[in-house]
Nanobody, 126 residues
């Protein structure tokens, strides 16, 4: 499984960015994927998650800090996971990672439950 993030950058507060995660080799019929972030000196935290069966999205999840501002989605034809981020704030500054797992029945934002991780893309909001 390979996950490759892109789309990070520097933006002013109130601006928008769309992160992409190209996914290859992840073929679980029952799947869960997520976006996580880690700021310097802080633990990695869940931002948004998406789970489904046979490429059909059944559930989406968001951390309270991003509800109403971020949207997670997937394009099955392109094997790509997205995170649309709007109304960005300085506290959203972090390295953002996409992740995939083979575990189910575990809270979506449990970092240790994810088997596969991308290399991360930096988001800086000033």
């Amino acid at each position: 499984v390979q996950l490759v993030e892109s789309g990070g950058g520097s933006v002013q507060a109130g601006g928008s960015l769309r992160l992409s995660c190209a996914v290859s080799g992840y073929t679980n019929s029952a799947y869960c994927m997520g976006w996580f972030r880690q700021a310097p000196g802080k633990e990695r935290e869940g931002v948004a998650g998406i789970c489904g069966i046979s490429s059909r999205t059944l559930w989406t999840y968001y951390d309270d800090s991003v509800k109403g501002r971020f949207t997670i989605s997937q394009d099955n034809a392109e094997n790509t996971l997205y995170l649309q981020m709007s109304s960005l704030r300085p506290e959203d500054t972090a390295m953002y990672y996409c992740a995939a797992r083979e575990t189910h029945g575990v809270p979506w934002n449990r970092v240790g439950s994810y088997n596969y991780w991308g290399q991360g893309t930096q988001v800086t909001v000033s």
